[in-house]
């Protein structure tokens, strides 16, 4: 399955971005999908996921990211509120096959930039 994330950009803190990340080669439905960013001199930082219908956050963006997934268009957005300074990354969308425990995600898009300026 190849993806491609898009919709990243600068904002200003406190606003709102909407990432989506389009799915070719194989469906969204059959895998467990996962958000992950990494800010420059960083590794990469899991950002939520969704396994099946259910979604799963890091606690940095508990409350403030959601995920969800349109299984008929194949994709998975990422809709980010009251965003702060500290969000600035690179964000990637990765996809895994569905398991009990850790999800190896096997799958995975170029980044989109998102920068938020204080």
């Known amino acids: 399955v190849q993806l491609q994330a898009y919709g990243g950009g600068l904002v200003q803190a406190g606003g709102s971005l909407a990432l989506s990340c389009a799915a070719s080669?194989?469906?969204?439905?059959?895998?467990?999908m996962g958000w992950f960013r990494q800010a420059p001199g960083k590794g990469r930082e899991f950002v939520a996921s969704?396994?099946?219908?259910?979604?799963s956050y890091a606690d940095s963006v508990k409350g403030r990211f959601t995920a969800s997934r349109d299984n008929s268009l194949n994709t998975v957005y990422l809709q980010m509120n009251s965003l702060k300074p500290e969000d600035t990354a690179a964000y990637f969308c990765?996809?895994?096959?569905?398991?009990?425990?850790?999800?190896?995600?096997?799958?995975w898009g170029q980044g989109t930039q998102v920068t938020v300026s204080s």
């Open positions: 990765a996809a895994g096959r569905p398991r009990v425990g850790p999800i190896n995600y096997d799958y």
């Open positions: 080669g194989g469906s969204v439905s059959t895998y467990a």
């Open positions: 969704i396994k099946g219908n259910t979604p």
